[in-house]
């Protein structure tokens, strides 16, 4: 611990090199009027006296890799004004409480430690930072520190607008802003909320004041950009300098870590800066090489077989190795207006028909087309059940011997929802949110978890999942198609009809509200190929 105040003072010394000019070389005042331009001999010693007498980064926030960490995010708040689809439960989520959470001056005292042994830049995050009474009387606090360079804000932006000048003056120099979609009505189903305006209002205040960049989106000829954080697909931890405090005061080296350390229970018990700085040290060191060790093994998302692998690639759903998750939820959502089309039936009522395609090429999978295949043949039985032993024991079929071909299944169901749901979903007006979207979703989901409800079902890589919900109005039933493509040695009829049936039941549970009357039906195979027993069509 002798060494720290040497290395306090080679920082403050090096600092005044670098603002007051004070190094070896001469400094030329410049003339009356003249701006003050250093020559080029003179930069040119200063760095080099900078490279020489440079301060050590502290140890305590080098890790056993090397990897030095001057970046800090603090979460200032659990609580969000949004209900992000992806992010938590409509009615929100069982909050930490309000004496279990980090002061004010708790926050300030951790970071002015991290800053004094070498964090160059904090980020503020939440649930969402804005919300918190104080924000900007934290970030006045922070901007006194010396040596943090940039103090930077996460933000979805719905108080943006009328908070920013306020935070500008107080120091906050960078800004990211969470935007799902351009689309109001979108932005409303994904969040739950209003406000789509009050974040354009928060971007707009923020290029007015000069903020650059303002990170949502990048086109040419435009301000602002976008980026995808591909953290597990293309990661970063080989340089990942960042640690992460949370609402409650714990000490996350990694994100995907479930190890944390309780910052807040040392801090309110009375430890020394030397015993923070001892325990802040011994969590670094044992942060892993990446992803808290996590090993991830992603699949090949592209078959085979030359005939399917010369598909558009758009029509292939999953992730794969080649293309990025973070690309692939993008494409995913990028659903043409096509797939999305009303069409007026005679009663002159609009029908609404959603389909998780992302592609309108004709090669790809569509309800009344198939793979093409050799001519169907009728579908052998058997008289013996496949999934049980000699002496009648539930046992999972082995597989390992069985050629690998071209598997497509299509199944579907029928939900009768009656004709006061039927026209709440038909105009998209359900409390919960769009019905269709969100069913469409979860048969997707449902066909790649199949193996892991089904308990004997083998785990299958699928190449493409489609479903599509169509409107009808002659029975105020919605009808589910669904359909699935794998390539191995096994059928994936389960997987269409775990897709059809989950789709089904997330309907009930978005409609039940409005009639306990609503029933789920004909879920049934209608088609399978590609097994040793031939294909089956249903008349």
């Known amino acids: 611990m002798a060494a720290q105040p040497v290395s306090q003072l080679l920082r403050r010394f090096v600092r005044s090199c670098a603002r007051g000019c004070s190094s070896v070389a001469p400094v030329t005042q410049p003339r009356p009027g003249e701006p003050s331009r250093p020559s080029t001999e003179e930069l040119s010693t200063r760095l080099q006296f900078l490279r020489e007498h440079a301060a050590p980064f502290s140890a305590f926030l080098t890790d056993s890799f090397g990897r030095q960490h001057s970046y800090l995010r603090i979460s200032l708040t659990e609580k969000c004004n949004l209900r992000c689809q992806y ?28 800053v004094k042994e070498g964090v160059n830049k904090i980020r503020l995050t939440g649930g ?9 009387n934290i970030v006045a606090q922070l901007h006194q520190l010396e040596g943090l360079r940039t103090i930077g804000v996460t933000t979805n932006g719905i108080n943006l607008a009328r908070l920013l000048p306020q935070l500008q003056k107080a120091g906050l120099n960078a800004i990211n802003i969470s935007l799902d979609t351009l689309v109001p009505a979108k932005f409303e189903f994904i969040v739950r909320r209003k406000g789509f305006h009050k974040v354009m209002e928060g971007i707009h205040k923020a290029i007015e004041l000069g903020y650059n960049p303002v990170k949502v989106f990048k086109i040419p000829g435009f301000q602002g950009q976008v980026s995808f954080i591909t953290s597990m697909s293309e990661h970063f931890c080989g340089t990942c ?8 005061g714990n000490l996350k080296v990694c994100l995907f870590g479930n190890s944390e350390v309780s910052l807040r229970d040392h801090l309110r018990a009375g430890a020394s800066e030397e015993k923070l700085l001892s325990i802040i040290g011994d969590a670094v060191g ?9 090993i991830l093994v992603l699949q090949d998302s592209l078959p085979a077989n030359p005939s399917i692998s010369s598909w558009n690639l758009h029509c292939v759903l999953g992730l794969g190795s080649r293309v990025s998750f973070s690309t692939q939820m993008a494409t995913l959502w990028r659903i043409p207006q096509t797939s999305l089309a009303q069409q007026w039936l005679g009663s002159g009522s ?4 959603y389909c998780s395609h992302i592609d309108t090429d004709p090669k790809c999978l569509r309800s009344g087309s198939r793979v093409p295949a050799a001519p ?13 032993d000699s002496e009648g024991q539930a046992a999972m079929v082995d597989v390992g011997q069985k050629p690998d071909t071209d598997r497509v299944a299509v199944a579907s169901a029928v939900v009768f929802l009656g004709p006061v749901a039927f026209k709440l979903v038909q105009q998209n007006q359900l409390k919960k949110g769009d019905a269709l979207v969100v069913a469409q979703l979860a048969g997707i989901q449902a066909a790649k978890l199949t193996s892991q409800l089904i308990p004997l079902c083998h785990h299958v890589a699928l190449n493409h999942i489609q479903v599509q919900l169509e409107l009808d109005s002659t029975r105020h039933a919605v009808v589910i198609r669904t359909s699935c493509l794998a390539r191995g040695p096994t059928g994936v ?41 031939g294909d089956f069509h249903r008349a």
């Open 87 to 114: 992010c938590m439960p409509e009615e929100g989520v069982p909050l930490t409480p309000k004496a279990d959470l980090l002061t004010t001056e708790e926050i300030l005292t951790l970071t002015r430690l991290f």
């Open 493 to 533: 009829e389960m997987e269409a009809l775990t897709s059809a049936a989950v789709a089904a039941l997330t309907l009930y549970d978005m409609c039940k509200a409005i009639s306990r009357d609503i029933v789920v039906g004909e879920i049934k195979l209608i088609s399978k190929t590609g097994g040793q027993r």
């Open 286 to 294: 044992r942060k892993k090489r990446e992803h808290a060790g996590l």
């Open 376 to 388: 169907s043949q009728p579908c052998s039985t058997s008289d013996q059940l496949t999934h049980v």
């Open 128 to 136: 969402e930072p804005l919300i918190r009474p104080d924000v900007v």
């Open 350 to 353: 609009p029908q609404r028909h």
């Open 241 to 248: 300098n960042r640690l992460r405090i949370t609402a409650d």
